[in-house]
């Protein structure tokens, strides 16, 4: 069964830098692309990033270039966001997700397993 924890959130002011980390078990963590999505308060959950299982491969959403980094260190079964100049728009619900291992196109749809969320408040 897939577990994945995520941790890292807290309150944050804004223009500073943020590290969640996602620790996953429970699959082969280095067959899995991971991604991070987000939830702001009464809002869709949005795909930030997402990884390819060797790390070599990386899709970020277009709005999201340049001020996040995805990484993952699969000796730690961990995968990584850096959040950099935060914003109070950055206030949300911040979730990985894992893909199935057939899957590697990076492609938001291919998520489907979830964590429970670290929750990250930016004060302005």
């Known amino acids: 069964q897939v577990l994945l924890i995520e941790s890292g959130g807290g309150l944050v002011q804004a223009g500073g830098s943020l590290r969640l980390s996602c620790v996953g078990s429970?699959?082969?963590?280095?067959?899995?692309?991971m991604a991070w999505f987000r939830q702001a308060p009464g809002k869709e959950r949005d795909f930030l990033a997402a990884i390819s299982g060797n790390g070599e491969r990386t899709n970020y959403a277009d709005s999201m270039k340049g001020r996040f980094t995805i990484s993952r260190d699969n000796a730690k079964n961990t995968v990584y966001l850096e959040i950099y100049s935060l914003k109070p728009e950055d206030t949300a619900v911040y979730y990985c997700?894992?893909?199935?291992?057939?899957?590697?196109?990076?492609?938001?749809?291919?998520?489907?397993?979830w964590g429970q969320g670290t929750h990250v408040t930016v004060s302005s």
């Open positions: 429970g699959f082969t963590f280095s067959d899995a692309a």
């Open positions: 997700s894992a893909s199935p291992p057939w899957k590697t196109a990076l492609s938001p749809a291919d998520f489907g397993s």
